[in-house]
């Protein structure tokens, strides 16, 4: 396959994917393709009428990636446990990053660079004032590093002189969890649009020790994919699978509190956003408080920030999120709740 462009995604149907057979997507002939796939399939598509015809024609193999978007949406790490002299919890993980081609849309393959297979890595979960220590193995041929975003000492920060390792080497970062909130880690080696772009990030969510109130949590990382190099994202995701919780929309209970923690590590694009149809969210900036900073229906963030947002559906139904950029949603951004 020749060098694709994004808006060239956005106007060929029946394209080969990268490394596939599967359709690429978007545009008009998308929605004609997109019917008769349904047509041929027993009549079912993305929101059961084909809202503007959003979405894919195939289907990502998540067995071969090794990873499921519906599962990263709750797969809470709290690594192995103990506690010190001092009675102070202990959490341990390991780390490994990995080479692994990944595929982000049906037929559509990306060389990523991963914590431990997956992109994102391990969502990170602890408590403030928890000891951290993670044993980091790196098993590629690059440089590369785990800087978190919170407060640490300078021989734990994850860069070039501090943190960082070679090819067959390994570090072992430890330090306390602080301040409470939602957060995230990623490769800090160089050059740092490419470490971070191939997928070497992940969220680390700190919990307050009061806690805070029972809710359903998910982890919502936005992101975006290059697959030509081009320093323009052909693929845009919510857990890096385009329109995956559009073709199986996330089912949630009405009336009961839903709570994600909502990170954008986009490279590429000054923006991203997150907007939720027919319904407000509380907002936390960054999840350092206890009360909510804004009430709204949608908030645009920058690379690396991140926000807790709470919110609940009081009426069953089928209802639209996604990116507030209409090409962001064209290429792959969109997603639904399923409310029960």
């Not at 393709?33 to 349904?38: G, L, P, S």
């Not at 997956?118 to 193995?137: A, L, N, Q």
């Not at 320093?231 to 209970?253: C, G, Q, R």
């Not at 947002?309 to 990116?323: K, L, N, Q, R, S």
Request: net charge negative.
């Amino acid at each position: 396959m020749g060098r694709v462009d994004r808006r060239g995604f956005l106007k060929r149907v029946g394209l080969a994917g990268a490394v596939g057979g599967a359709a690429a997507f978007g545009g008009a002939e998308l929605l004609q393709a997109q019917t008769e796939h349904d047509d041929m399939h027993g009549g079912h598509n993305l929101f059961g009428s084909g809202i503007d015809g959003h979405g894919p024609v195939g289907e990502v193999d998540h067995a071969r990636n090794g990873f499921d978007p519906h599962e990263i949406l709750t797969d809470f790490d709290y690594g192995e446990t103990s506690r010190d002299a001092s009675g102070r919890t202990v959490r341990e993980y390991e780390f490994v990053a990995q080479n692994k081609e990944i595929e982000v849309a049906p037929g559509i393959f990306f060389p990523a660079w991963t914590y431990n297979g997956r992109v994102p890595g391990p969502t990170i979960r602890c408590t403030e004032g928890d000891r951290i220590r993670i044993r980091f193995i790196n098993s590629t041929d690059h440089p590369h590093t785990i800087h978190f975003h919170g407060i640490h000492p300078a021989r734990m920060d994850g860069v070039p002189g501090a943190g960082e390792i070679f090819a067959g080497e390994e570090f072992v970062y430890e330090f306390i969890a602080e301040p409470f909130g939602t957060h995230l880690y990623h490769c800090h080696s160089l050059p740092l649009p490419t470490h971070i772009h191939r997928g070497l990030y992940g969220a680390f969510i700190v919990d307050p020790k009061p806690g805070r109130p029972d809710a359903h949590e998910m982890v919502m990382v936005m992101n975006g994919f290059d697959t030509n190099f081009d320093k323009e994202n052909e693929i845009y995701a919510l857990n890096t699978v385009a329109f995956a919780y559009a073709n199986k929309p996330i089912a949630i209970e009405r009336g009961r509190l839903q709570r994600a923690h909502v990170i954008n590590i986009t490279e590429f694009d000054p923006l991203n956003s997150i907007h939720l149809h027919a319904n407000f969210f509380h907002l936390y900036r960054t999840g350092t408080s206890l009360q909510p900073d804004e009430f709204t229906d949608i908030i645009s963030m920058g690379q690396a920030e991140r926000h807790m947002i709470e919110f609940t559906y009081d009426t069953p139904g089928h209802f639209m999120f996604h990116a507030h950029q209409s090409e962001f949603v064209e290429l792959g951004w969109m997603s639904a709740f399923e409310v029960s």
